[in-house]
């Protein structure tokens, strides 16, 4: 079985650009879960969507965003980029009703 | 109250040495306790998780130590190798919530 896909794999973006990460999850899953990993935070929770619908967020900027398509994959996206916003991003899927979450290889972001 | 404290920072032992990675959580209501290990360039993989029935599981070299009344689980690698490596996390949740991870310790195992 294929894991969690994300792609592109890595970024560099300009201040002030938006970005648009994706992910596709393990097949059979339908939660998503996003997460900003950086040196000084760790690994930092931004939302979770399941069936197409925002389940949890955390506590980030409106400038965070994400949605969930039909086919479970899913997008977040970055407006308004700040240098602060480089990281790696990181996308977890799980099984309805698990909490065994599997993570994808992320996406690095660079904002110049 | 959400926070997950995770120590050491980092670690260095010898092959064959017993790493021991702690964590200690204040919400009682947490349910899942994973530890992650993850590679430079890739993402977190999962390694094993606790629920807080038991106060020991172990799957291969891994074994994890909880301790209810305490707020404390740990995680400790049996003869360690070179390949483990690693930066490991500690997280928790309770169902339906986000995991809450701690700052992750590096690991160094030399040879």
């Known amino acids: 079985k294929a894991g969690v896909t994300q792609t592109p794999r890595y970024l560099i973006k300009t201040r002030g650009q938006q970005v648009t990460l994706s992910c596709s999850p393990i097949?059979?899953?339908?939660?998503v879960s996003w997460y900003q990993q950086t040196p000084g935070q760790g690994l930092q929770f931004l939302f979770e969507?399941?069936?197409?619908?925002?389940?949890n967020k955390g506590n980030f900027p409106g400038r965070f965003s994400g949605r969930q398509f039909s086919n479970s994959r899913s997008e977040m996206n970055v407006s308004t980029l700040e240098l602060g916003d480089s990281a790696l991003y990181l996308c977890a899927s799980s099984l309805a009703g698990t909490t065994e979450q599997f993570f994808g290889p992320g996406t690095r972001l660079t904002v110049l | 109250q959400q926070q997950v404290k995770q120590s050491p920072q980092s670690l260095i032992v010898q092959k064959g040495g017993i790493p021991i990675i702690n964590c200690a959580y204040e919400n009682t209501a947490f349910d899942y306790f994973p530890w992650y290990q993850q590679f430079p360039g890739k993402g977190p993989a999962l390694l094993i998780a606790?629920?807080?029935?038991?106060s020991e599981k172990k799957e291969g070299r891994f074994t994890i130590s909880f301790n209810k009344s305490a707020k404390q689980f740990s995680l400790h690698i049996m003869d360690s190798q070179p390949g483990d490596s690693a930066t490991y996390f500690c997280?928790?949740?309770?169902?339906?919530?986000?995991?809450?991870f701690g700052k992750g310790t590096t690991l160094s195992v030399s040879s």
């Open positions: 997280a928790a949740n309770q169902a339906g919530t986000a995991l809450i």
């Open positions: 097949s059979g899953h339908r939660s």
């Open positions: 606790i629920r807080p029935d038991v």
């Open positions: 969507y399941f069936s197409e619908t925002q389940r």
